[in-house]
């Protein structure tokens, strides 16, 4: 069984600072772990994926994730942020070779003008 | 090309009423899944369809909730004596093939609402 917890429900940020958007998984494997957002009325889209290669990730739109093994998580940052970034973040888990999606509670992300 | 699309958007019902939602999946793939999304919450994983059988139905949450595939593309989710419970936003995806290396794209969902 494997579990997400994304660690906050709500994050706010001004435009052109920092993101941050914590996880952490629980699992009795090395699972394969993703982050999609989802806007108003859309689809959840991927935003990237981690596989057991390299631990640090990077997706679209600046966004990346680094996996840490001995600390359970997988976060994750943007150096800077815009106003399109504003959104519902999920991270999301799957076993080995699964195709059965975990999905943590998401973070909304507020960004400030 | 085209996405994911599901119909309808929204759905409105009266509680004990059968409803139907729809999934058209990107052409050529194989896999096909359903999720529900709870107010506050993530999405749950309810069917997984390889073609056209149910290779995984383990989520549905009860024998209310039935889906098919019959030719292998289009899905309907289908929810008898439908009750207050059930109201979510349905989210169905589709991919390649069933595994984890293969992204899940995913529909705008049908929001359904039981009065």
């Known amino acids: 069984a494997q579990s997400v917890t994304q660690l906050d429900s709500h994050v706010s940020v001004s435009e052109g600072t920092p993101v941050l958007l914590r996880c952490n998984y629980s699992s009795s494997y090395s699972p394969s772990l993703f982050w999609y957002v989802q806007h108003p009325n859309k689809g959840l889209q991927l935003l990237l994926k981690?596989?057991?290669?390299?631990?640090l990730v990077k997706g679209i739109n600046g966004f990346e994730a680094e996996f840490k093994k001995s600390e359970t998580s997988f976060h994750l940052t943007k150096p800077s942020a815009h106003m399109s970034d504003a959104a519902e973040y999920f991270c999301?888990?799957?076993?080995?070779?699964?195709?059965?999606?975990?999905f943590g509670k998401g973070t909304k992300l507020s960004v400030i003008p | 090309g085209a996405g994911v699309s599901q119909t309808p958007s929204n759905k409105v019902t009266e509680k004990g009423k059968y409803v139907e939602l729809r999934c058209d999946p990107i052409?050529?793939?194989?896999?096909l899944y359903w999720y529900r999304q709870s107010l506050g919450q993530g999405p749950e994983f309810l069917i997984y369809?390889?073609?056209?059988?149910?290779?995984?139905d383990s989520g549905l949450p009860n024998d209310r909730f039935f889906a098919v595939r019959p030719e292998g593309s289009v899905s309907t989710l289908k929810i008898q004596r439908t009750e207050r419970g059930d109201s979510a936003v349905y989210l169905c995806?589709?991919?390649?093939?069933?595994?984890?290396?293969?992204?899940?794209?995913f529909g705008p969902g049908t929001r359904l609402t039981v009065t």
């Open positions: 981690y596989t057991s290669a390299a631990t």
């Open positions: 999301v888990a799957s076993g080995a070779g699964s195709y059965q999606l975990t």
């Open positions: 995806a589709s991919s390649l093939v069933g595994q984890d290396s293969y992204e899940q794209y």
């Open positions: 369809f390889q073609g056209t059988g149910a290779a995984d």
């Open positions: 052409s050529g793939h194989t896999a």
